[in-house]
T-cell receptor, first 108, second 114 residues
Framework: RKEVEQDPGPFNVPEGATVAFNCTYS??????FFWYRQDCRKEPKLLMS???SGNEDGRFTAQLNRASQYISLLIRDSKLSDSATYLC?????????FGKGTMLLVSP | DARVTQTPRDKVTEMGQEVTMRCQPI?????VFWYRQTMMQGLELLAY????????DSGMPKDRFSAEMPDATLATLKIQPSEPRDSAVYFC????????????FGPGTRLTVL
């Protein structure tokens, strides 16, 4: 099993749609989880941390299921500016392991 | 607005040449990371420093790559000799070292080895 696994996509959605990405991880000892966003030809940037209780930041909701080693990101009311690659990130042994990302394309 | 800076932003070189990439972490951050990103492999950790000491460089080809932190404001990644398969985007990131250890990335160095 890969350390952090994501569907590469692309997910093509119209503006205003709700879209969800999933991610699985293999290290059961991991304690911290994140979603990063990477625009084309740019650096990854932190989108949000993922907490056990689930957390929401505006249109974005992140969920963690430790038993299934599964993380999700839900984006509501998609905007054109949400088009990017979303990286699932898992902390392990003081370093971060990045998934290869899921590409989202939001069209008018 | 504190940022990680990297130089050069783009580098084209010929096989066999030495390449040096530089990174200035965010002031006060004590962890520094070097990553390589390619379409095929995604983001791969090459090396990791805490308080300027190298903690993990297992992701780095030792025969040609070296990473150092001469001081707290400068991290370097050298490739000698460079090979075409080294072509990638190299990112530096820094963090506080405290959980959750969010990492802040620099803009990257796009390396092309001909």
């Amino acid at each position: 099993r890969k350390e952090v696994e994501q569907d590469p996509g692309p997910f093509n959605v119209p503006e205003g749609a709700t879209v969800a990405f999933n991610c699985t991880y293999s290290n059961s000892a991991s304690q911290s989880f994140f979603w990063y966003r990477q625009d084309c030809r740019k650096e990854p940037k932190l989108l949000m941390s993922v907490y056990s209780s689930g957390n929401e930041d505006g249109r974005f909701t992140a969920q963690l299921n430790r038993a299934s080693q599964y993380i999700s990101l839900l984006i509501r009311d998609s905007k054109l500016s949400d088009s990017a690659t979303y990286l699932c990130v898992v902390e392990g042994y003081s370093t971060l392991t990045f998934g290869k990302g899921t590409m989202l394309l939001v069209s008018p | 607005d504190a940022r990680v800076t990297q130089t050069p932003r783009d580098k084209v070189t010929e096989m066999g040449q030495e390449v040096t990439m530089r990174c200035q972490p965010i002031l006060g951050h004590n962890t520094v990371f070097w990553y390589r990103q390619t379409m095929m492999q995604g983001l791969e950790l090459l090396a990791y420093f805490r308080n300027r000491a190298p903690l993990d460089d297992s992701g780095m080809p030792k025969d040609r790559f070296s990473a150092e932190m001469p001081d707290a404001t400068l991290a370097t990644l050298k490739i000698q000799p460079s090979e075409p398969r080294d072509s990638a985007v190299y990112f530096c990131a820094s963090g506080t070292g405290q959980p959750p250890d969010t990492q802040y990335f620099g803009p990257g160095t796009r390396l092309t080895v001909l």
